[in-house]
DNA sequence: AAGGGCATGTAATTGGTTACATGATTTG
DNA sequence: CAAATCATGTAACCAATTACATGCCCTT
């Protein structure tokens, strides 16, 4: 059960509510750990019984109210004694490699678009996230900023996310060519 | 629910009992659908139900009798019709880059150790990978396998493992050391 | 007036993980 | 003779997904 220390790792920015948590998520999280609105509504009211995150109204006068949710003492005890635990190896899963699997045994034109855009989608996905960086950076060089920075903890897992993207879209184009290739030599025949 | 659409995928590539397939995915599919034999001899049982695989008694002397199964037809339009689908983005999910996000927070020793083990863990996937992709192409070279080879299928997917796992030892790397030296800094204040 | 963003959930279903169980045979 | 491999599951629990629900405010 790791969402909620993704939650509690989360709260270490500040302090957020369920959905400006779940924007969060979606920006620099989800580089590591996806997760619904729902979850997260579900994960904090958890949290806040067991005293690991502490909520707090937040009265606003133009948009609805909301609750906001910093991390308590004993949540920050449960993330330290969470990094010492072993790790689950990583795990994927994706979609449409199961369908590139299959490639050769079943009709390879639907797969190739499907390859295409995500490739686009990747692309737009690096651009925000180059974007992220240079926000948390700051007008700091990346080398200095790793070195001396405070926060580096968002800073290295966005890397992480920014280099997944990139072969992403790389094999993702490469793989479209190949099929398209392969595509055409069978059409000849 | 892709499990389903894993287990077609790979039986594709002929037949295989519960024990084997497990063996299959933790090489192959793994790089991206993770799955325990448990899974897969759940699943084996209802696509068996539904008519997509077939299974047959397999009797042994030597080691215990197996079923094994192979797609049928209806296995085969599932897969194509799949195929079809829009795919849901790719999601990854890594306890150790929850780690790492705190990581200014928390006590970095213990992430940092676990980063180098993550490191040599893909060091040997790699190498497991690169041995899997010979054995694919046979004696043909890489280009050529890719435009004229048969099942480029699992070449493709294990091309998106092997740059993954080279990637992720890269990061993990990487990380460590920054985090080391950023240790060494704050001791020697 | 409609659509989008803010804000928070409940309920039902499906999927995944963990623990447990069994028993034969082969290899070191 | 202990450990690993082959072979297949059941049961209980936990997590994730999907559908549904509500209501206000702001912009177009």
Redesign the interface.
Known sequence: M?LR??V???L?DGEYSGYQLAKAFDIG??????AVPQQLYAELTKLEKEGLVAGRQVIQETRPNKRVFRVTEAG?AE??R??????????????????????????TG??IE?LEE?AS?ADGKIELLGQVLRRLRGDAAEEEF???G?????Y??C??GL??EQ??R??CLR?AG?LR??QA?HAGR
């Open positions: 790791a220390h993704a509690l790792a989360a270490l999280v989800a580089n590591f750990w996806h920050h993330l330290e969470f990094a010492t635990d072993v790790s689950k190896p990583s795990s994927i899963r994706d979609d449409l490699l199961v369908k590139v699997q299959a490639a050769d045994r079943v009709d639907p797969v499907q995500r989608a790793l070195r001396t405070d926060r580096v903890g968002p290295l897992t890397l992480r280099s997944f072969e992403h790389d094999w793989t190949i290739e392969r030599h």
